[in-house]
């Protein structure tokens, strides 16, 4: 028996240490976070920060769960606002919401709208984030709109943009396209 107790006083500490050696080994490991992993989690607390923010309303097309965040800059006298195939003339800036905050694209600078589809298919030119916050506009709005990366240009890179950006776009709503001038 006494041969057995001193086994386990030294082994079991010997043990618990070489345990405690390979999972400080495999902790370091994990702290090891990969920068695109970095850069979605910055991204993602950057949208949520605006959950709190007063002047920022939580929107949503109805019946949709995906939201985007909106305050309204100047408010328009339009009573219609545009549906999920509408076509619309738009001036917009678009930043990122994390890093440097970098301008995007967009046409504030210049004199003409830029002609925009909200969702039509192949025929498709805005991401989702965009549709949500027009639809919730009425020519004459000038919002600030914040999207996350998932309803923007998701898990892939697109031109400047890295995987899961968010995005701060400012956008003005001059005029909804009725059909019979498409013709």
């Given at each position: 028996?006494?041969?057995?107790?001193l086994l386990n006083k030294i082994y079991i500490p010997l043990l618990l240490c070489?345990?405690?050696?390979v999972s400080s080994i495999l902790t370091s490991c994990d702290?090891?976070?990969?920068?695109?992993?970095?850069?979605?989690?910055?991204?993602?607390?950057?949208?949520?920060?605006?959950?709190?923010?007063?002047?920022?309303?939580?929107?949503?097309?109805d019946g949709l769960?995906?939201?985007?965040?909106?305050?309204?800059?100047?408010?328009?006298?339009?009573?219609?606002?545009?549906?999920?195939?509408?076509?619309?003339?738009v001036h917009y800036e678009c930043?990122?919401?994390a890093g440097n905050k970098s301008f995007v694209d967009g046409n504030f600078d210049q004199e003409k709208s830029l002609r925009l589809v909200l969702?039509?298919?192949?025929?498709?030119?805005?991401?989702?984030?965009?549709q949500i916050a027009l639809q919730n506009m009425v020519v004459g709005?000038?919002?600030?709109?914040?999207?996350?990366?998932?309803?923007?240009y998701g898990d892939k890179a697109k031109d400047s943009l890295?995987?899961?950006?968010?995005?701060?776009?400012?956008?003005?709503?001059?005029?909804?396209i009725p059909e019979e001038e498409l013709h």
């Open positions: 028996m006494k041969k057995s107790g070489g345990i405690l050696a702290k090891k976070i990969d920068a695109t992993l970095e850069w979605r989690m910055d991204n993602e607390k950057r949208f949520e920060e605006y959950s709190i923010k007063k002047d920022f309303k939580k929107v949503t097309i769960n995906p939201f985007v965040y909106m305050h309204w800059i100047k408010k328009g006298e339009g009573k219609e606002y545009p549906i999920q195939t509408s076509r619309v003339l930043f990122l919401l969702d039509r298919g192949k025929e498709g030119q805005s991401i989702v984030g965009v709005d000038e919002t600030e709109v914040i999207i996350p990366w998932y309803l923007a890295r995987p899961y950006s968010a995005l701060r776009y400012r956008i003005r709503l001059d005029k909804i």
